[in-house]
C-alpha cells in the first residue's frame, strides 16, 4: 500500500474564489487520479494527472475549471476555480500500485457557501 | 462506458445477522470488480477485489464476493454482521482489456449500511 496525504483536509470557501488540494504519495507511482464525491452520490473521475503533461480530463470535466499540476510521481495539485455551491463536494486524489487496484487518500472535504 | 447498479441504497442489519450488499455490472466482457468501503469523514478503502482465478474472493474484515459471470454480479457478504461495518460501501469495475485506462474505475452509487444492536 501507500501513504496519500491530502492537504487541506476540509475547508470553507466563499464563492467565486478558487481553492488549491494538495495530494503527497511516499512512493513515485505513474497513474495519479482525482475523483469527485459530490453529497449523496457516487465517485466521479475528474481527470488522469499525467506527469510532465497535461492531465486529460473525463467529459464534463475542463481544465479552466479543475487545473491540475503533477510535477513529478509523488505530488499532484487540484485546483477547483470560480467556485459556486455546486462545487462542495469531496475531492479524492488516488494512485495504482498494483496494476488495476486503485488506493486512495482520505479526501478533501469542500463547502462553498 | 461501464455501468455499476447497487441495488439498496440503504441496507439495515441486525448485529449477528448475515450482510447481503448487491452489485451488478454492464459489461460483456468480465472486468475487474472491487469492493471498497468508506467509513464517516475517512477516504476509500479496498475491501476485496477479483481479477482473475477463483470465483469467491476473500476480503478484510470478514468480507467476501463472489463473481458470477452468468448473472454480471459481484455481491459481497459476511455472515455475521457486526457494528463496526456500518459505513458505505461502494461496487466498482475497471475495464480489463484497455491498458490506458489501467485504474479508471467505475463506481455504484453506494450502499450504506446500518447495524442495529
Known amino acids: 500500500s501507500a501513504v496519500i496525504s491530502q492537504k487541506p483536509s476540509r475547508d470553507i470557501c466563499q464563492r467565486g474564489t478558487s481553492l488549491t488540494i494538495q495530494c503527497q504519495v511516499d512512493?513515485?507511482?505513474?497513474?495519479m487520479f482525482w475523483y469527485r464525491q459530490q453529497p449523496g452520490q457516487s465517485l466521479t473521475l475528474i481527470a488522469t494527472a499525467n506527469q510532465g503533461s497535461e492531465a486529460t480530463y473525463e467529459s464534463g470535466f475542463v481544465i479552466d475549471k479543475f487545473p491540475i499540476s503533477r510535477p513529478n510521481l509523488t505530488f499532484s495539485t487540484l485546483t477547483v476555480s470560480n467556485m459556486s455551491p455546486e462545487d462542495s463536494s469531496i475531492y479524492l486524489c488516488?494512485?495504482?500500485?498494483?496494476?488495476?487496484?486503485?488506493?486512495f487518500g482520505e479526501g478533501s472535504r469542500l463547502t462553498v457557501l | 462506458a461501464q455501468s455499476v447498479t447497487q441495488l439498496g441504497s440503504h441496507v439495515s442489519v441486525s448485529e449477528g445477522a448475515l450482510v447481503l450488499l448487491r452489485c451488478n455490472y454492464s459489461?460483456?466482457?468480465?472486468?475487474?470488480l472491487f469492493w471498497y468501503v468508506q467509513y464517516p469523514n475517512q477516504g476509500l478503502q479496498l475491501l476485496l477485489k477479483?481479477?482473475?482465478?477463483?470465483?469467491l474472493v476473500k476480503g478484510i474484515n470478514g468480507f467476501e464476493a463472489e463473481f458470477k459471470k452468468s448473472e454480471t454480479s459481484f455481491h459481497l457478504t459476511k455472515p455475521s454482521a457486526h457494528m463496526s461495518d456500518a459505513a458505505e460501501y461502494f461496487c466498482a469495475v475497471s475495464d480489463r482489456d484497455r491498458g490506458s485506462t489501467l485504474g479508471r474505475l467505475y463506481f455504484g452509487r453506494g450502499t450504506q449500511l446500518t447495524v442495529w444492536p
Open positions: 459489461s460483456s466482457v468480465p472486468p475487474y
Open positions: 488516488s494512485v495504482v500500485l498494483v496494476a488495476g487496484e486503485l488506493f
Open positions: 512512493s513515485q507511482v505513474t497513474m
Open positions: 477479483y481479477t482473475t482465478g477463483a470465483t
